[in-house]
């Protein structure tokens, strides 16, 4: 329920962000014809890509949609393709740590540094880190055990 609310979410998030990215891009290229170019189109085209793009890091990462070549990993034993599997998941653990905790750093030094031709404090271009690290960090670590899961224990799971 909660996770099906946050998928929800977050693809109504990310048709706004596209929706608006594409209002912001339209209006720089119309301003730029009409001689009379917007300041803060490229700008505030920046913030909207990073805020898109970590909103599709977390719906492929609850999807399980990141490109994997599993090449190798298919050619394993099944004791041998579990513990890969598994380090796989733990090191998208320790990814999205990693992420979610710097990211926390970034906010805070660029808080009181406004950006160029907007209004914001260019730490909002670091805001959707923290939550697709956390994210990432979470659904790493409930996947960790799914290889060993008895319902999944015969066969190698297609993600």
């Not at 962000?17 to 490229?42: C, E, M, Q």
């Not at 890091?57 to 298919?74: C, E, F, K, P, S």
């Not at 939550?131 to 066969?155: M, V, W």
Request: glycine fraction near 6%.
């Amino acid at each position: 329920m909660i996770l099906t609310l946050l998928d929800r979410t977050l693809a109504a998030l990310a048709g706004l962000l596209t929706v608006a990215l594409l209002g912001v891009v339209t209006a720089g290229i119309v301003s730029r014809g009409l001689n009379a170019p917007f300041a803060w189109t490229d700008e505030l085209s920046g913030f909207l890509m990073v805020w898109l793009a970590c909103c599709g890091w977390m719906m492929a990462t609850r999807r399980n949609a990141h490109i994997r070549i599993r090449i190798l990993q298919d050619r394993l034993p099944q004791p041998a393709w579990r513990a890969t599997e598994a380090a796989i998941q733990a090191a998208m653990v320790v990814l999205g740590a990693v992420v979610a905790w710097k990211s926390l750093h970034l906010i805070d030094v660029n808080s009181d540094v406004e950006a160029v031709t907007l209004p914001l404090a260019t730490a909002w271009l670091y805001v959707p880190l923290a939550p697709a690290g956390l994210l990432t960090a979470l659904h790493g670590l409930s996947e960790l055990a799914r290889p060993y899961r008895p319902e999944d224990a015969n066969e190698k799971i297609v993600t």
